[in-house]
């Protein structure tokens, strides 16, 4: 079946503009994540969503990034006023179950570039 | 500080031979190991997942072992394969913590 994809898969921004990153989980996935993966190192947890609720965006760095999942399924990862350290691959991943313990299946990512 | 270290940042190795990768932890309480293969470009691929009653699991030529007493673990990979080359990351929960990664490159 399908898995894990995300939009786009690059993209670049000029420092101060706003950009959206989209991320479709595998159907009836319940739990979805978003990670911060700068070059050559592991992902940053950034946020978690059980179906349409937010429960931890204690990794979120600044007032800046903001996500959504309104309906449970798709979901974006707003950044406004892009700084060059945003730079980074933004991971996506969804889980079946309602625990962040379970296996995760992750998407591509999306290259930021921040000039 | 990272809860999660491995060792080394990266390593070059001859198809056919054996390597392994080192993963340390401090993270409390502990649920469960996972190893992930990320490819260039791709994301995160699960390798194994091992709970704390676990010794080793194997999948393929991938072979991880995990010491809870010590909060060690390692992943061995045996008769290398030019598609091996790849980051590979340790993953400790909860809460998740990511290693920063082991590149291996496998050359001909």
């Known amino acids: 079946g399908a898995g894990v994809s995300q939009s786009p898969r690059y993209k670049v921004a000029k420092r101060g503009q706003d950009v959206a990153l989209r991320c479709d989980p595998i159907?009836?996935?319940?739990?979805l994540f978003w990670y911060q993966q700068a070059l050559g190192q592991g992902p940053e947890f950034l946020t978690y969503f059980q179906n349409e609720a937010q429960l931890d965006k204690s990794g979120l760095p600044s007032d800046r990034f903001f996500a959504e999942r309104p309906e449970g399924s798709v979901s974006t990862l707003k950044i406004q006023r892009t700084q060059q350290e945003d730079s980074a691959v933004y991971l996506c991943a969804s889980s079946p179950l309602a625990v962040s313990s379970y296996e995760q299946y992750f998407g591509p990512g999306t290259r930021l570039t921040v000039t | 500080k990272n809860q999660v270290e491995q060792s080394p940042q990266s390593l070059i190795i001859l198809e056919g031979k054996n390597c392994t990768l080192q993963?340390?932890?401090?993270?409390?309480?502990?649920?469960?190991l996972r190893w992930y293969k990320q490819d260039t470009g791709r994301g995160p691929v699960s390798l194994t997942i091992?709970?704390?009653?676990?010794n080793t699991k194997s999948n393929g030529r991938y072979t991880a072992t995990l010491d809870a007493d010590t909060k060690q673990s390692s992943l061995h990979i045996t008769a290398s394969q030019l598609s091996d080359s790849a980051s590979y990351i340790c993953v400790v929960s909860v809460p998740l913590s990511f290693g920063a990664g082991t590149t291996v490159t496998v050359r001909a």
């Open positions: 993963c340390n932890y401090t993270v409390s309480p502990f649920s469960n």
């Open positions: 159907s009836g996935h319940v739990s």
């Open positions: 091992m709970t704390f009653s676990e």
